[in-house]
């Protein structure tokens, strides 16, 4: 891997800034970049280090895929407004659905499903109408490190997999935070005056929804897991973890409502304990907070009957399912 990693205690936040803008403003000149702003700690640390290296020269997109937590891109659209940072809301909802129908092997989903559409299919024609040549994102060094150990190809790595951007796609991409991970991006991000709400969210992943859905990501499917997301981020919002999350398995269980027998599905809830993201464990959650968690998914998520706990630590297990 020819990252060099950052690590925290060798990072000058100030120094990092001030180097990543004149290098953003060194590459792009007097021409344009773009970028795709998920709301994410990552994607919105860059986004406003591109704010502060080109102004009114970086154009800033939030694609709706329709993956997202519910009412993502309207707080994230607010959120950059309050900053002085203008967001587009791109609606590319029925291109990730095509390309993600038929989809179940979970490498597949990531490569075809997300990273294709993402990059040759929206971007690609986004960043030709503007002119610009370059795309700033907020790939991280943990990004590049699993997808070249082989463990899960992250949708946002790709010269790492030998993919030519300007060749591929017509553009360059830049990577402003590639060489640090998380908790040093957390750092970078409320020294640039990002509020809590962003700088201290517990990471979501860049294929959204559909790496928190085992088997075929279609529309129905991920609404439900958008539901059961909303209601296990509500039960633990408290419980001090680094990411909790809601999967939604493939196999449909036997249960039993109103009397009767009811062929439903199955949620697995995961939350973790960790510093960097490498290594983390299960947290300890009390008995009756899992129980709650379970009583709500099982009566405001139409169709579940089934919930369970993740008590698997990464190794083996990885934080996402897929």
């Not at 120094?15 to 590459?27: G, H, K, L, T």
């Not at 020269?57 to 994230?76: A, C, H, S, W």
């Not at 092997?105 to 040549?133: C, H, M, N, Q, W």
């Not at 919002?237 to 199955?266: K, N, P, S, W, Y």
Request: aromatic share 6%.
């Amino acid at each position: 891997m020819s990252v060099n990693e950052i690590g925290e205690k060798d990072l000058n936040v100030q120094s990092f800034i001030e180097r990543q803008v004149a290098e953003i403003s060194a590459a792009v000149g007097g021409g344009l970049a773009v970028n795709a702003l998920s709301g994410g700690v990552d994607s919105s640390t860059v986004t406003l280090l591109g704010h502060r290296a080109l102004g009114n020269r970086l154009k800033t997109y939030f694609i709706d895929n329709g993956l997202m937590r519910e009412g993502e891109p309207q707080f994230v659209v607010e959120t950059f407004r309050k900053l002085g940072v203008p967001v587009e809301i791109v609606d590319a909802q029925d291109a990730f659905f095509s390309a993600l129908k038929g989809l179940s092997d979970p490498e597949e989903k990531r490569k075809i499903g997300i990273t294709r559409t993402f990059y040759r299919d929206v971007f690609g024609p986004l960043v030709k109408r503007s002119g610009a040549k370059f795309l700033l994102q907020g790939t991280i060094y943990t990004d590049v490190e699993e997808t070249v150990a082989g463990i899960k190809a992250q949708h946002n790595v790709l010269a790492q997999m030998g993919i030519d951007t300007e060749q591929a796609y017509g553009y360059k991409v830049l990577e402003p935070v590639i060489a640090l991970r998380k908790p040093a991006v957390r750092l970078v991000a409320k020294a640039l005056g990002l509020p809590a709400a962003i700088a201290d969210r517990p990471p979501f992943p860049g294929p959204a929804l559909t790496a928190r859905v085992i088997g075929e990501a279609t529309r129905e499917r991920i609404a439900t897991a958008r539901k059961a997301t909303v209601i296990v981020e509500a039960e633990l919002a408290d419980a001090g973890a680094f990411q909790c999350m809601a999967i939604l398995h493939e196999d449909r269980v036997t249960g039993i409502r109103a009397g009767a027998r009811e062929f439903g599905q199955q949620i697995e809830v995961r939350c973790w304990d960790t510093r960097d993201a490498v290594t983390a464990a299960p947290t300890r959650l009390p008995f009756d907070k899992l129980t709650r968690i379970a009583d709500r998914l099982t009566s405001e998520v139409p169709g579940v009957v089934s919930v369970t706990y993740n008590v698997t630590g990464k190794p083996p297990s990885t934080m996402e399912a897929v």
